[in-house]
């Protein structure tokens, strides 16, 4: 596993270019691998002006960047995976690992150990997951305390250095770059076990162990005939290990109750010393049977000292947790509106919080509103063209609730009412907003008994979970075209 060349660019929208190269690095020797390995397929580094104006082109992010391209935005080319394939000098990079976190794109290109032609399977490159992890580093170290664009500045001119030690001729020995700053000498010739290169401390102080599960579920509800509604979980399990000695061995398990739904598509931090075949085959592709893995899934793990991600996952669910009805019919110069929201009666009736938001695109700003609410309560932000309906901790003991109304709009001005290419006329959504404690939608939770810590001291071990909405939408069912995912990304 390693890493061709990395770079970090600043996003600056009005600018020529739309943004800045700020660090990059390349690595002669892995790139000499790369020729040998790719062989006819094989695609050169590119310089950094052609490589920023590709990716920015790819990430959708130059200014003047605001027609359709089939090439780019077309439904077979939606991107779930943050890896791109770049095309530059008539010729395709891939892969390409990039994201944009505050400003600041991340990305880097790692080694693919075989031809590119025909393009291999990404699990298949393991030199992904270590990129992310690469990546993922260097976003920790710039921004652990950072508090102006000078300190960012100095720790970006920290860089060069740092990765002399944390990343030598491409290949990953540390991610957590804080930890090589503060200890660089660190390691002790007195200690009798040998400190690994991508561990350059050790932890003193009281055993603990933490897990935290968070699943996000998105759902695309249409309440039309021939169309079906779509919904997807998508997991991840934080863990942090406080624990004494060089290299502790902890294993962790995560299990289901008897009705839970399978976890697939596992994906693992390169920390875990082995893992079963059965979690690793267990695909979301596949059609779901009695045979699928259920579990318990463990995890046997030499723990970084920092907090990271120990897997990510996917289910199947056979039901999202609300279904909702949302249907918006004009008259005149009215909309009336009508929703009803009904929790499945499965899922746990407690939330932390639970909204419903009712966007109005295209419109003036709302100057009367009469409406009629079973439960909860609405609030109304005139200029901003939107209704948020309060529903609270709790639905009713009859699980539904509805929401039904006349709105009525003042004259439309393009400078202060929010606009969306998507949704003229009729095509309209109401988007869901909750969060429940103590709970996940597959079930899955980590038994802290089972928790295994070969280490010195007991540990005291806590686990966490909870169920979070994202891109959670109900659409008007009179809007005369259903919306997919594929055209909210355009």
Known sequence: MAQRAVWLISHEPGTPLCGTVRFSRRY????????????????????DGPFL???????????DDKDFVESRDSCSRINKT?????????????PVVA??????????????????????????VSGVSQGFEFLFGIQDFLYSGQKNDSELNTKLSQLPDLLLQACPFGTLLDANLKNSLDNTNFASVTQPQKQPAWKTGTYKGKPQVSISITEKVKSMQYDKQGIADT????????????????????TISLNLPTNGSPLQDILVHPCVTSLDSAILTSSSIDAMDDSAFSGPYKFPLTPPLESFNLCYYTSQVPVPPILGFYQM?????????TI???????????FEFCEAHIPFYN?????????????????????????????????????????????TFGAKSHEKQPFDPICIGETAYLKLHFRILDYTLTGCYADQHSVQVFASGKPKISAYRKLISSDYYIWNSKAPAPVTYGSLLL
């Open 28 to 47: 002669p020797t892995v790139e000499k691998r790369a020729r040998v390995f790719n062989g006819a397929s094989y695609v050169p580094i590119p310089e």
């Open 53 to 63: 104006k590709a990716l920015l082109f790819e990430l959708r992010l130059l200014d």
């Open 82 to 94: 943050s890896i791109y394939g770049l095309l530059i000098g008539g010729e395709e990079l891939w």
């Open 99 to 124: 994201f944009l976190k505050n400003d600041i794109i991340y990305a880097c290109v790692p080694l693919v150990e075989q031809t590119l032609s025909p393009r291999p399977p990404l699990i298949s």
């Open 231 to 250: 919904w997807q979980v998508v997991g991840t399990v934080t863990c942090k290990c406080d624990l004494e000695g060089i290299m502790p061995n902890v």
């Open 329 to 337: 019919k004009e008259e005149e110069v009215q909309l009336r509106i």
């Open 340 to 350: 009803n929201l009904k929790l499945h009666e499965s899922v746990k009736n407690n």
């Open 363 to 407: 419109r003036g700003p709302i100057t009367h509103l009469e409406y009629k609410t079973s439960f909860g309560q609405l609030e109304v932000f005139r200029e901003k063209s939107l209704l948020i309906w309060i529903i609270g901790q709790k639905f009713p003991k009859s699980m539904e609730i509805s929401l039904s109304g006349t709105v």
